[in-house]
């Protein structure tokens, strides 16, 4: 079973930057839709940026993240990452990442693997 593991995650000011990366070892992430997720206290999880299957620049960002964050794929390191600039208070939460083999589109997909989180907190 595809297990996800994310990392990079930590307290950071605002204005700052931070970059999560998600690994699986065994599996290509290459062959998956890969999500990045995320749910602060008492709010429900949202989507935050995802790359297509079998690609490297076929991307979704939500609205409130474009500009800010970018997601990206290393294929020689088998990870995908997202970069987190000019973080804001409201970008404090639980980090996920996801993955799904599909040709849906990935910010349309309904994921099947989940990491187990990293916590983003930024705050002066």
């Known amino acids: 079973q595809l297990q996800l593991v994310e990392s990079g995650g930590g307290l950071v000011q605002p204005g700052g930057s931070l970059t999560l990366s998600c690994a699986a070892s065994g599996w290509t992430l290459y062959y998956y839709n890969i999500g990045w997720f995320r749910q602060a206290p008492g709010k429900e999880r949202e989507a935050v940026s995802c790359i297509n299957i079998s690609s490297d620049g076929n991307t979704w960002s939500a609205d409130s993240v474009k500009g800010r964050f970018t997601i990206s794929r290393d294929r020689s390191e088998n990870t995908v990452a997202l970069q987190m600039n000019s973080l804001k208070p409201e970008d404090t939460a639980v980090y996920y990442c996801?993955?799904?083999?599909?040709?849906?589109?990935?910010?349309?997909?309904?994921?099947?693997?989940w990491g187990q989180g990293t916590q983003v907190t930024v705050s002066s």
């Open positions: 996801a993955a799904v083999s599909t040709i849906v589109p990935c910010d349309r997909a309904e994921y099947d693997y």
